[in-house]
């Protein structure tokens, strides 16, 4: 019977992210505009939401808890109207033409380290039904979804994933997400799809219980630097991934309106 469910669950959440994925492709020809979504409950200023949104990517807005109410239905229309896609894109362009730019060594040190939530792997459909982030996180409700082990890949992310692995970079996933009790599900759903291969899944442990994650991912970053590998490249979509010590030769911030860990 829990197998049952967790396939219809997987089944679901599949369908959704091939109706996303159809949306995006729709997008790229012909952009939706407010109305063609679902119409907002408050009215939304786009001038006053796009320099917000702006201020968060540019991390000058922090510590925020929720999205402001008169921006729900523009992150809304931001994530699913295909700007969240071409983003994502454009950034993980410029991990490519990074990439061009160097060489990887001989001797299988040279490392990247990559967040998970929200850069592995999307969290869009659990927010989807927490107003894209205009209520506050309730952790209770996100560690019992993400137990189920269906967030569905970043294809862009993933893309580039394999190809980091295909040049014989060392990668390392690195997440906030409680050992104990998401390891066996997050690796599982790692796995199925597609993020194979990579060296190590770190996540949090009880030494690191209630540190920032800034606090936590330096001291895992410095862990790494002490056993020899050289960080070339850290992706992350919070700046809690990339900010502290140790945080790499390049950085690359991904896009993410809907919440602010620190």
């Known amino acids: 019977m829990k197998e049952w469910r967790y396939m219809f669950t997987l089944m ?28 907002p ?12 949104r702006l201020a968060v990517e540019a991390n000058n807005a922090k510590g ?23 983003d994502l894109d454009t950034a993980m362009e410029q991990v490519g033409l990074y ?8 001797d299988g040190m040279d490392a990247w380290v990559l967040d998970v939530d929200d850069t592995c792997l999307s969290n869009l459909f659990y927010y989807q039904g927490k107003q894209f982030g205009g209520v506050p996180f309730d ?4 560690k019992s979804w993400a137990s189920e082990g269906i967030c569905p890949a970043i294809p862009a992310v ?16 690195l ?23 990579y060296e190590r899944l770190i996540m949090r442990t009880a030494p690191y219980k209630g540190l920032s994650a800034t606090l936590f991912k330096s001291a895992i970053r410095k862990q790494l630097v002490a056993e020899g590998y050289r960080l070339r490249g ?29």
């Open 12 to 39: 679901v959440a599949l369908w959704e992210l091939i109706l996303l994925m159809l949306s995006n492709l729709f997008s790229r020809t012909t952009e939706a505009k407010p109305s063609q979504l679902l119409r």
């Open 41 to 52: 409950s408050i009215a939304f200023d786009t001038s006053y939401c796009l320099s917000w």
């Open 64 to 86: 925020w808890r929720t999205v402001p109410p008169q921006c729900v239905f523009y992150v809304e229309s931001y994530m699913f109207g295909g700007q969240y896609s071409r």
């Open 99 to 106: 990439l061009n730019g160097v060489s990887v060594g001989g």
């Open 139 to 142: 952790p209770v409700a996100f």
């Open 158 to 173: 993933l893309g580039m994933y394999k190809r980091l692995i295909q040049l014989g970079y060392k990668v390392f996933l």
């Open 175 to 197: 997440t906030g997400r409680d050992e104990v009790s998401l390891g066996s599900v997050t690796t599982s759903n790692l796995k199925f799809q597609g993020f194979d291969g």
């Open 234 to 262: 850290n992706i992350g979509d919070q700046w809690s991934d990339l900010q502290g010590d140790y945080v790499g030769d390049r950085i690359f911030k991904l896009p993410n309106p809907m919440y602010f860990v620190p």
